[in-house]
């Protein structure tokens, strides 16, 4: 298993009672049918979909592509460069941050393993810091 393959895996063995409907991405798809996923005798259901055919996968690919972005940004930023960024913000983009945040903490709410995040802890910090307002540990400071 690569470490592409391992958030499918993570998703099947944490949801082992749901019916997941994947992407089509044929080396995880290969992957996935050389090793069975079972959970008390029965194997976990998955299935692959061309993406244009699920509209749950678009909505998917839509918050996993604007996630994506934001923790690419937290990572590549320092502090200073996300405090000077946050306080140029436009009323729209706050608000936008402000919807990013409440979309996260209600999937929170509703189950916390529904949102699997892979960043770093200091990624992490930056993006609690700039979503929700909590203070961001001294010790991260360059």
């Known amino acids: 298993m690569s ?71 937290m990572e590549k930023c320092s502090i200073d460069q996300l405090e000077e960024a946050s306080a140029k913000l436009s009323e729209q983009q706050r608000r936008n941050a402000d919807l990013v945040a409440k979309l996260i903490d209600k999937a929170d709410e509703e189950c916390p393993a529904f949102i699997f995040n892979q960043a770093p802890h200091e990624s992490n910090a930056k993006s609690l810091w700039f ?12």
């Open 3 to 73: 470490g592409f393959d391992t958030a499918f895996i993570h998703r099947l063995a944490t949801f082992v009672r749901s019916v997941h409907v994947f992407d089509e991405e044929p080396r995880v798809r290969e992957s996935l049918e050389r090793n069975e996923i079972v959970w008390g005798g029965q194997p976990v259901s998955y299935r692959f979909a061309i993406s244009h055919n699920e509209p749950a996968i678009q909505i998917s690919d839509i918050l996993c592509g604007l996630l994506g972005k934001h923790f690419s940004f």
């Open 131 to 142: 979503l929700h307002g909590i203070e961001y540990p001294e010790e991260y400071r360059d």
